[in-house]
Each structure stands twice: as structure tokens, then as C-alpha cells.
């Protein structure tokens, strides 16, 4: 069935590369996967390369004795560059690192919620995606707890509100939390923060960044026409930037022929802003497809993006437009193929979309951007989850447009990860602008990374989008799947009587549609819920049942699917030899799987192991086990991994070898802290036990 790989969402399995040192342990020889701990964050963006005229600010930074420092000022006046300026000077002072995140307050798009900041701040701390709290106040109490004993400086750019800010603010008395926002955030001061305003730049300063930009003969030379250009930019250095770069760029241009384009432009819009006169004169002195890409651009529903959605706006010369924006100072390249926009930018590039485009323009260009996640998430998607029902699929309305080609699985997910956020907010633009089936395949298309990576407060909206954009299409079977979803990350978060619900609805619906598949996967996360509950024979009841569904509409691998969960499962009700038989027959109908779902090959050898172990066959256990652990290992797959150290734990148990079992649980419990998954309590009472005796 399409929602499958059940045990690895029970388990909560990690993947990714692993650091390898070979092991004979009791005569069983298996890969063990180092843990380190997670690396220490260093996520401050690189510090800007033209900084002057900020020595006030920067001594007053440097005495405060506060452990909050909210930098405030207007928009474009370099409050994020004088924070990462001295942010830079101090980071030697926190030896736990930085963490970075841009809250897009004012930005023309959706600030960043809390929840979603905490969920990023955790994962930087080294909590698996997996082990992340669903609820705001879950995340919060982990993020204290983490950041409890830490020296870390924190910078939290471009803030909207107090609240956004007060969750992320740590615990540990050695941090250092720096707040941008246009807003002041009295409301922070209760906490202990610093208010700290960011004027305009003085004309000495200013005068240095133009220079630093055009070249100090070129300033020299006009100096009262550089000295006017100043003055007509307020001071404000994305105003500076933007006006310098056009100067750098065409050398033939004189400073005094900028200075009074940038001044008629005032004049002729009566109260036209400093900074709005900057960005019109550079934008009117684009190439025109060059316009048109910047201001359509600025549509995109995300903080950043790619050169390949880049494309989709505009397909002819995208690389060179891209450069030369670049080289403009109207978009910043922050990595390798990697774009986004000052927020004051952004804001123009919409302006003039919509004073030169059409709506039916503007439309099409953002659905171009959205059909291009799709387009890619699709080809991700069938890489990864080339097993997976697709009844049916997305009748794109935009012209094709070039999408990447992923040869590997991990490179696939890797770019479902690097684009969640974007995915996420593609779907959030369709369903703003009631494009209900695209809303419901950008939430459908992310199964894949749900299902690898976890996620499970992305999760929880995902599905719930799901739902809504379903029925707004009015499409049942749309619906049910996603009911069947959501019932499933509830039952995960221990939201038990909700997902029951869900998993009902989701039956009846597929039950309407005459999808008998559809019903089996629904019943089949009901029997997972019921074996959460501790409903032992009830689980048992229905994975029999699903089993003579599958069997009879000859779906091979649901099959085999439904045979992993009952060898899961029976030993507990002391039927270890039934397991075995199952579990044996699971292998088989994996083993000619093997190409396109070897995970669940991997899982069937491990719950073969141990079921092997429960029936007394120790022997039959530790080859199992050596080869799932091969198999994991070949995989990549730390949980994995983890899973066959506690197998073969218990068999050294077994045959009265502690010393090796002790290691094995020891290698588990490394792997599952680093993971911080709760199946390192179960093995840390194991350890315990074993280290008493």
C-alpha cells in the first residue's frame, strides 16, 4: 500500500551517512556507526564585506551586559549587517556556536511562525526530525532544556513581534540573544532586553561605503556630486548599495549623472522614498528581460530560492539575468545557485509586477513557480517512493520547464529537505488562491520526505492543508487519503481518540469509492493504533484480516507488508514460531523487491532475527541478524543499524556472553540518544540491568 514502511515510522528510523569502524564482537563482525554528538552549529551567514560607520554602535554593543540586544531602525538603514558585523567580532565567546534564522517579519510573505523556528533551532541542536514536539509548548520546553547549559549567541533577524521572539529565547545565562525588527519590541524588555536603535549611517561613514563600492578615485574625483548622492539616499545603506552597484557596473557613469537621476526620480514621484528612488532608477536601467525577471521574482511565496524555479518565470539567458541582478545589488546570492531578496527589495519587485503585469500575468507567473515544485517534488517522488498508489495525476496548465534529475534516493530526499520550506509555502499560495487540486499535490508530493525524514509538525499541516484543499476540490478519494494521513501523525503524537476518528472517516470514504486498497491502508493504521494502545489481539485481528485482502486482490507487497507487522507482533502473545514463518515468507517476497523497496527487505531480516531468538533458534538468530546488519549498514541507515545492535544484544544475553552485549547495547543506545529517540530508555534499562549483575 502507498503509506507503507509502518515500522520504520514506529521506530522513528534516521537515515543518513554513517562513519564506519569494523567490530568483532562475539563472532558476529558488523559495521558500528561512531557517535559523536551533533556538530556544533555555526549558521551566522558570512559578515558583510563593505562595513563602515558604525564604531557608536559597536561599542555600545560591546558594553552592554544584557542577554538580549534587540537592534532596531527602519528598513534598509543595516541592521542586520552592523549584527552580523559584531556577531563575527564575538563568536569566539560562545563556544557552543550560533544559530541563525531570518523571521521574515517584514518581508511581503508569511513570517515565520514560532513553531517552525523551534523545530529548525532543534534540529540544528541535533534532535531528529522524528523527535521533534509537534505543539509549540512541547518544542519550547526541549529547546531550554537543550540550550540549558550553553554559551551560544543567537541572532534572530528581521522579527515581527515580541512573541516570535520570547520562545526562542534560551535559557542558559551564558547565551546571547541579537534581535533585528523595524519594530522596537518594548515588549521584550520585561525580559531583560536592550533596545539599541540603528540611525541612518553619518556622512563620513556613508561617503566610505560608496567609496568602498565605486572606488575611492571615483568618489574623490565628485565629491560633491558623491556627497549629493549620500544626502539623496538619507544615509541608508541598501539604498547606497543599490545606487553604488549601478556605478560599479557601468564605469562610463559619472556619480553626478546618478546623483540627479536618483533626484529627478524624487522629484517627479513628490514623497518617493530615498530608498523607492534607488531601486526605480537601477530597475528602469535593466535589460528587459532582466526586468522582468526581477519583478516576477519577487511573486516567488518563499524566503529564498533556486535558479531552476528561476526558469519557470523566465526561460531564456536565466543564469546571466540571474548574475547580473546579482551584480545590481537587487537580489543576493547567499550560496552555490542559492537567491533571495532584501525584504524592502522583494516589496518593490511585487510593486512593479503590479504596475507593469497584467493579474492574468502576475497569476501565471505564480502558478509557473508552483507547478514547478510540483513538477520536481513528482520526479523526487517517484524516485524514492516508486512503489506508492497514484490514482491519478496533475494536468499541468504552465508550459514545461526543465526540472533536475536525481540519480539516487538520498540525493532525491536531500532535495525534498532543502525545499520543505518552499514546498510548504507553494502549498499554502495554491490554497490562498483556491487552486484546490495543485494545493492538494503539493501536499500529497512531500509523503516521501514525511515518510524518510519525519517532520511531524510540518506534518500535522501538511495534512491538514491536505484535507481542506480535498474537499474543496470536492475529490473523495483525495480526501480519504489525507484523513488517513493525518489519523496516522496523530497516533504517532499520541493523539489516540482524534486518529481513531480520522482512520474511521478515512475508511468510509475509500469504502464509498469502492477502493478496497484504500480501505485496507486505513484499517491497517487503525490496527497500528490499536497496537500503540496495548489492544494486542485487536491489532492481531485486523493484520490478519488485511492479510486475506492483499492475498486475494494479489497486492505482493502489502502482502509481505502485513507479514513484517504480524512477526512484529505475535511474539508478544508468545507465538514466536508463527512469527518466524511469517516473517520467513516476508523475506522471500522482499528479496525479489530488492530494487525498488530494499529497506523493508533490511526490516524483515531483523524481525526474522529476533523472532528466531524468541523461539530458541540462536543460531538462525545471529545469521539473520549479521545479515540485516550488512543490510543497514549498506543502506545507510543509523536506526537501522541500531535496531540489529539490541537483536544481537539479546542473543549475546542469551547465550550468556555479557561482555558483548553490553557493547551492543551501548552501540544502540549511542545511536538512539543521538537521535534522541525514546527507544533509549528501553535500552538504557537494559544496560542497567546487565552492568548490576
Known sequence: MDTADIRNEISGRASGPVVQAGQVTGGVHIHHTAATGPPVPRQLPASPPRFTGRDRELRELDEIRSRTLVLTGQGGVGKTALALHWAHRVRDRFPDGQLYIDLAGFSGITPVEPGEALGLFLRSLGVAPERVPARLAEQAALYRSLTADKAMLILLDNAYSAAQVRVLLPSSQASTVVVTSRSRLVGLVPDGARLVPVPPLPTEGAMDLLASTVGEDRVEHERDRAEQLVDICGGLPIALCVAGARLATRPRLSVGRMTAALADEQRRLAGLSAVQAAFDVSYRSLEAQVATLYRRLGLHPGQDFGSGVAVAVTPDNTDEALDNLVEDNLIEEIDEDRYRFHDLLRLHARDRAAAEDTPQQQEATVLGILEWYLATAIAADLVVTPYRRRPFGYDFQTGPSPVPRFG??????????????????AGRAALDRKWAELAWHLSDVMWPLLLYRKHYRDRLDIDHRGVTAAREWANTWAEAEMLKRLGRVLTVLGDHDEAEQRLRSAQDLFATERDTLGAAAAREYLALLYLETGRLTDAVDVFEELLTVHRELGAERNVALDLINLGLVLP???????????????HEIFARLATTDPFNGARAMTALADAHRQAGDLGQARTWAERAAHAMTELGSTF???ETHEVLAEIAVATGDRTTAIDHFQHALAIFESAFSARADSVRTRLRQLTEQ
Open 572 to 586: 508478544k502473545q508468545r507465538r514466536a514460531e508463527e512469527a518466524v514463518a511469517k516473517l520467513s515468507e516476508a
Open 408 to 425: 539516487s534516493r538520498d540525493e532525491a530526499l536531500s532535495w525534498l529537505d532543502s525545499e520543505r520550506v518552499n514546498l510548504m509555502a
Open 640 to 642: 537501522g543499524q541500531a
